[in-house]
């Protein structure tokens, strides 16, 4: 009973103000209500509030609003902790950390940085000052940084080729040659005599015969010769097995061009990997998808794979290029724009695909 009088009693007293003020009375009552919340809820905290650093920032700035003496009434923290998130805030906007590390010279380039690589990797002679002539604004000083971090020695410490490069370098001037058989419908046997470049990894089929001989051999020699004339220039040894097939007038041919002749081992076949393996992407990419029916439907064959080998193949040798590409196709990114088109090779035992234009 007394509860309600008191009640009934500070209510009118409370109305009085908001007669006189009735502008002011809303908000004073509004912030009344609110203070008493925050009190009730400090009392059912049991660990202190964790504030956002937005929260931070705007009870900062809000407390230059309020006097300090009501500080505590008002705000959940201490008057200590509203004054050091202020020394933060004003700290942070006369940092220029950030903005010394940025100064210097600008950071070089991912691409310019690859490319310094690369043509490291490619030329052992070049020193870190004949790699920074490279027409970019690079210092010699930051070409040796980016090498040294790369792991790549100087100029005369890596001048020596590994067995990578040597055989590399080797595969430019050797064409290899071995002899591949066709089994028909009818069980009969063909055999074709398969050039192979090591360098441009360009395949040759001189020829396709049920009896190969010697003169057959020679005459196929001749046709090769003929038909690469100034492309032979850069082939300096021509690598065979010791087939009886080939002869002494087949070696003669290509020493008219001024190549060595090389003879593997007998019975081993490694020794020309390059052509056994070539051979061996004959048969399972084309012959073994293709029942052949005479000779002249074996050279209909072997033709148009070798056509599909040297134009469109990629070789993982050549970075996924065919022999007779020097650069990477154009990427498409608008495929709705660009219309993929399909061509069949051999009745579509094997597919090429090309943009429209």
């Known amino acids: 009973m007394i509860i309600s009088m008191l009640y009934k009693v500070a209510r009118r007293l409370l109305s009085v103000p908001g007669v006189l003020l009735r502008r002011d009375t809303d908000k004073e009552a509004e912030l009344l209500v609110l203070?008493?919340?925050?009190?009730?809820l400090r009392r059912q905290l049991a660990r202190p509030v964790r504030y956002e650093p937005a929260d931070r920032f705007w009870l900062a700035v809000l407390s230059s609003l309020i006097p300090r003496r009501r500080w505590h009434e008002v705000f959940a923290v201490t008057p200590g902790t509203l004054l050091a998130w202020h020394r933060r805030f004003i700290a942070a906007k006369w940092d220029y950390s950030a903005r010394r590390a940025r100064t210097g010279r600008p950071p070089t380039k991912a691409a310019l940085k690859k490319l310094i690589l690369q043509l490291a990797r490619e030329n052992a002679q070049w020193g870190h000052r004949r790699l920074a002539r490279l027409g970019h604004p690079i210092a010699a000083s930051t070409v040796w940084k980016i090498l040294h971090a790369a792991g790549i020695d100087p100029a005369p410490r890596r001048a020596g080729p590994t067995w990578r490069e040597f055989l590399t370098n080797q595969a430019q001037g050797i064409i290899a040659v071995d002899f591949l058989h066709i089994d028909t419908v009818l069980g009969r046997r063909l055999y074709a005599l398969a050039f192979l470049e090591h360098g441009t990894r360009r395949l040759h089929i001189a020829g396709i015969t049920a009896h190969p001989t010697r003169e057959w051999a020679v005459q196929q020699a001749r046709n090769l010769t003929t038909d690469l004339c100034t492309p032979m220039e850069p082939l300096r040894f021509l690598l065979r097995d010791r087939d009886g097939k080939y002869g002494q007038s087949f070696d003669a041919v290509f020493e008219a061009e001024e190549m060595e002749i090389l003879k593997s081992a007998p019975r081993a076949p490694r020794?020309?990997?390059h052509c056994?393996?070539?051979?061996?992407?004959?048969?399972?990419?084309?012959?073994d998808h293709v029942l052949i029916m005479n000779e002249a439907h074996a050279r209909h064959v072997l033709a148009a794979y070798e056509r599909h080998y040297n134009e469109h193949r990629p070789h993982r040798a050549r970075n996924q290029l065919p022999p007779g590409a020097d650069q990477q196709p154009i990427t498409v990114h608008d495929l709705e724009v660009r219309r993929l088109l399909r061509t069949r090779i051999l009745g579509g035992a094997i597919n090429e695909y090309r943009y429209a234009a």
């Open 35 to 40: 203070r008493h919340e925050n009190a009730v």
């Open 276 to 287: 056994e393996r070539v051979i061996g992407s004959i048969r399972r990419e084309a012959l």
């Open 271 to 273: 020794m020309n990997a």
